[in-house]
């Protein structure tokens, strides 16, 4: 069986550049960011939120598994770490963090290190698959899982429909 590297890199690598852009539940939100500081991009892809949040000032740092999407978000201020994340955060990744993106990667294993890296006032943004509205799946989160692993921060934003959930929160200041 190929490995989550293998099959990212060939999907990276077939993928047109994209962004830089903000995470989708930031578009018309980005008044939610904090003027700057440290961000963490788990799973970042090719790099497009990465490069975007390192445009607007943040010391990135963008981890992935595929060394092919992490050629593609190196970019001034942007910090890239290949890294296994079923292995959690790479141990480097102890924060804080003011910003914290886990977008289309879903791992609930990683939510309480997702917290705990926070910097007091930090702002998470997470979006996952979601069964609600499709139905399960393998990789779907069931209905509420976000705002349940989650519930210990100021939860800003919450929608799960459709197929995907996602989840904007603050930790307290
Ligand atoms: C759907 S893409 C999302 C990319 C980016 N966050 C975005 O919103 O465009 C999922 C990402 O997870 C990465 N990934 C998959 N399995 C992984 C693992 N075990 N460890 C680290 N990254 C992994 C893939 O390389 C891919 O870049």
């Given at each position: 069986m190929r490995s989550d590297a293998e099959r990212w890199n060939a999907r990276h690598a077939a993928a047109d550049d994209a962004g830089p852009h903000p995470p989708d539940l930031l578009r018309g939100r980005e008044?939610?960011?904090?003027?700057g500081g440290r961000a963490l991009d788990v799973a970042?892809?090719?790099g497009a939120v990465a490069r975007w949040l390192a445009a607007r000032g943040f010391e990135v740092d963008a981890v992935d598994v595929s060394a092919v999407g992490l050629a593609a978000a190196a970019a001034p201020g942007v910090r890239t770490i290949e890294h296994d994340l079923d292995d959690g955060l790479?141990?480097?990744?102890?924060g804080p963090y003011d910003v914290v993106v886990c977008q289309r990667f879903r791992d609930p294993r990683l939510y309480p290190q997702l917290t705990a890296v926070l910097a007091p006032g930090g702002l998470l943004v997470v979006t996952v698959l979601s069964e609600v509205g499709v139905g399960p799946g393998p990789f779907r989160a069931p209905a509420g899982e976000l705002r349940a692993a989650f519930s210990g921060l100021e939860i800003l934003v919450d929608v799960d429909g459709g197929g995907e959930a996602g989840l904007v929160a603050r930790s307290a200041g």
């Open positions: 008044h939610l960011l904090p003027p970042c892809g090719r790479p141990p480097r990744c102890t």
